[in-house]
């Protein structure tokens, strides 16, 4: 069922499934945010671009995830970029400025090559800080990294509701699923006005069934035993020496780029 029932339930399936799923949560977790804190501060393209297609390898070739798959989980982040970024590419004056306008009636819209410039800048640069965090999670399950968060002494507190708000977000995303497909088999969609009425139906009975079964899930954690902490299975993985050295020196390699592209 895994990757086929939306983009939550994608992210576990494929970190269960990656081929680098064995290598050490705390190595990949440590090296993913190295990496995401480089493309912040250093603010250079060639280093987001180098960032981009090493997180693509690491995927694609060393976690043998499929280069469309890859791609469509991309998706999502990048419209909210590309949406995000497109205030800051454009301006509105009384008069015509900039290398690029266009009379609209109340004034002219305008851009410039600075601001393009810009722009284009700015989004390598998040989008390489979301492929950083994308190799973490298509290759490192949740309870890994909430494990990895207990040993950097992240509040207990803190953590446990990262875990039960991510879990139950799938859960709900699941239940929504199913009830847009029950609505569809009936005609629920068939028009907008319908379509508006459906959406507001199932709005609805998603809050009664949210607070149903999180009196349920809570029960079924109390006949447990929960005492207030969250015990997963943590397995020993070993982090190999070469790992270390191939992190190391393309992390050097980031900061010898930027000193001779700055």
Known sequence: MGHKHGE??????????????????TFKVSFSVIVLILCVV???????????????????????????????????PIVF????TFTIAIDFSKQPIGQYNMYIGLGYVFTSQ?????????????????????????STPSS??????????????????????????FILMDVYTKMKNSAESRLGYSDFKTSCYTFGS????????????????????????????????EEDKK??????????TFIIFLILLWVFTK
């Not at 297609?53 to 798959?69: F, P, R, T, W």
């Not at 810009?118 to 190799?135: R, T, W």
């Not at 207990?150 to 509701?161: C, Q, S, T």
Request: glycine share 4%; aromatic share 12%; hydrophobic share 55%.
């Open 202 to 233: 199932i709005a609805s009975n998603m809050l009664v069934i949210s607070l149903k079964k999180a009196n349920t899930y809570y029960d079924a954690m109390e006949s447990r035993c929960y005492d207030g902490d969250l015990i997963f299975l």
């Open 8 to 25: 939550g339930f994608s992210i576990d399936f494929y970190a269960y499934t990656s081929n680098i799923r064995q290598w050490n949560a």
């Open 42 to 76: 250093l603010q250079n393209p060639y280093v987001s671009v180098t960032v981009i297609i090493a997180m693509g390898y690491l995927n694609i070739v060393k976690g043998k995830l499929q280069a469309n798959e890859y791609l469509s989980i991309l998706a999502i």
């Open 239 to 248: 982090v190999e020496t070469m790992q270390i050295v191939y992190a190391v």
């Open 144 to 169: 890994e990294i909430i494990y990895v968060l207990r040993k950097a002494h992240v509040p207990k507190l803190i953590v446990e509701l990262m875990n039960l708000i991510y879990r139950y977000i």
């Open 114 to 138: 600075a601001k393009l410039k810009e722009v284009v800048f700015l989004i390598l640069k998040v989008f390489a800080a979301i492929s950083a965090l994308q190799m973490m999670t298509l």
């Open 81 to 84: 970029i590309l949406l995000g």
